[in-house]
């Protein structure tokens, strides 16, 4: 009896109820790039330019400029450097490895010490004062 009702009401329901109408969403881009409006590119560029903080700095030449000699300078000390990483990596992780302690290598200082995660290497350049350190995990 009482499913009965139910399906009475339900019926008079879906009767009584209207058609359910839904139309299509349609996305259309701005950005002329993507098939917007081409007339829009003038105003995105006007915006991007408006909330544009960078301002480049034109009282110098060329900051990023270097010349001959610095290349040849910042390359030596590269190939110093890979050397010197290659001669530690397999003097520490060979058979006579290094024991912990201060090491100098041309304009380079370089001090090793074993620790509780790892070897710890800090190398420092006599030259111009300049340090790095690298941990060493052990596995």
Not at 40 to 57: C, I, R, V, Y
Request: proline content about 4%.
């Amino acid at each position: 009896m009482k499913f009965s009702i139910v399906c009475f009401f339900i019926l008079l329901f879906l009767m009584g109820s209207r058609s359910i109408v839904a139309q299509q969403l349609v996305y259309t881009p701005i950005n002329p790039n993507f098939g917007g409006y081409y007339y829009n590119g003038t105003w995105m560029l006007a915006q991007a330019q408006a909330e544009k903080q960078f301002t480049p700095n034109t009282s110098t030449a060329n900051p990023y400029a270097t010349n001959s000699l610095q290349d040849f300078q910042s390359s030596l000390n590269s190939a110093i450097l890979s050397q010197l990483s290659q001669k530690i990596i397999s003097q520490v992780f060979g058979e006579n490895a290094l024991k912990a302690g201060n090491y100098t290598f041309g304009n380079y200082e370089v001090n090793i010490n074993p620790e509780t995660d790892g070897i710890h290497i800090k190398i420092q350049d006599n030259s111009n004062g300049g340090q790095t350190s690298v941990i060493v995990p052990f596995y």
